[in-house]
């Protein structure tokens, strides 16, 4: 099965943001594929290291906040 990977990278940014921990890092558990266009796009840290986590950039986190509330957040 093919996929938008636009899509996919968005909605793998709007679900970093429940993970954000010690500021700026995020759990990398997503596809490798996706993970990679993140990188390449100057939103997060090279996936490829040891570490269980990857950091956020500055614009990463902008990204990430601004897909969690475009996908996720609700109004109250």
Not at 17 to 29: E, F
Request: aromatic fraction near 10%.
């Amino acid at each position: 099965m093919t996929y938008d990977r636009e899509r996919a990278a968005e909605l793998v940014l709007a679900l970093m943001q429940l993970t954000v921990h010690d500021g700026c890092r995020t759990w990398k558990s997503y596809d490798w594929d996706v993970m990679n266009d993140l990188c390449e796009r100057g939103y997060i840290s090279d996936p490829r290291s040891k570490a269980k986590s990857v950091v956020l950039t500055e614009t990463g986190m902008q990204q990430s906040q601004q897909m969690f509330t475009k996908y996720l957040a609700r109004a109250v």
